[in-house]
């Protein structure tokens, strides 16, 4: 059976392509200590400490390796900048390094947020990048370290929502939490992105491993939408109040690190080299429904240790 390293399988999209993954392969995830009684093998490893990827590597011994690891937050990546360029830039070029060394296959997780917004089009993977803040500065530098190291890997911008560990991570999670305790909210009007649900990025990724691609792509939705209207489409399909969104400018928000206006990323290439079409946005909100409905917040939850505190 095909063995599947995640690294940072306690992630949004670490553990949705975990449990998605254990379908069908040899799932081991590698966390910091926040997972407890997942239904597959976790390997605890801090990857900015020397070493740990030689002992992640010899433990779990896989065929293809998915790199879910990075500081995530554009807002702590502005505060921590060694930090992100640590787990964003140079942890990617040295797993990418290793795995072509051993003939594992590898994939990367980059963001739509390479991309600065100007552009008033559809950007494809021609585009040239133009990052905004220290998130997306190292996640391109990483993009870039992995392509020089590892030609064969997969490089994946992505967005996606779904349900977290912490329940509070996805911002389909910020907007049925807030509207579900009525409290009102602002929705970005001038931020467009192309969300789509975390288990079908999930699913495309292993696809796309399974196909035997490599190189960029743009593993998004595709369907373009504004943050406010991704906030009303939440409300209407949970049947909550859509009145508590107000519409408002990112500009207007207070947050730290600059975001881009523009985030339409075509999926183009992905459903030609795939050979098959993006599962629609509304599929996606169906099964967020569905699973929520099903419990499934509360089940992904309970892996999560009841004390954890987070690494300094
Ligand atoms: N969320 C999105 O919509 C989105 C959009 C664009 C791109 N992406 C990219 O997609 C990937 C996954 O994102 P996500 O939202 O799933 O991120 P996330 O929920 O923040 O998960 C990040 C993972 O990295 C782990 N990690 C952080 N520091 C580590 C360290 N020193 N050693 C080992 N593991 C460490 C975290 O472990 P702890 O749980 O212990 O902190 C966690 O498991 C990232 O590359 C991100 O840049 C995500």
Redesign the pocket.
Known sequence: MTRLLI??????????LALEALREYEVIG?????LKSAPFQVLR?????KN?IASILDSAQPDWLI???????LDECEKYPD?AR???SE?PGELANVCAKKGIRFV??????VFDGEKAAIYTEEDQPNPLGV?SQT?LE?ERAVQEANPKAII??????GW??SGT???GEFFVNNLGAGQPVNGFTDVIFC?IF?NYTARLLVAMLEKGLCGLYHVVGAQPMSKYQFGLEIAHKFGLRESLISPKSVLSSGLTARRSHNLRLSTHKLSTDLGREIPRFSTGLDEFYTQYQQGYPQKIRSYQQEA?E??A
Not at 7 to 16: D, K, P, R, V
Not at 30 to 34: C, I, N, S
């Open positions: 690294t940072g399988a306690s992630g949004l999209l670490g553990i949705s590698t966390d910091r200590g926040k490893a801090d990857l900015m400490e740990a790199n879910c690891a990075a500081l995530a937050n930090r640590i787990l964003n942890l990367h997780l980059s963001t739509d947020a998130y996640k990483g994946a911008r992505v967005n996606f929502f977290s560990l991570h996805s911002l969300p975390v954890y987070k690494p």
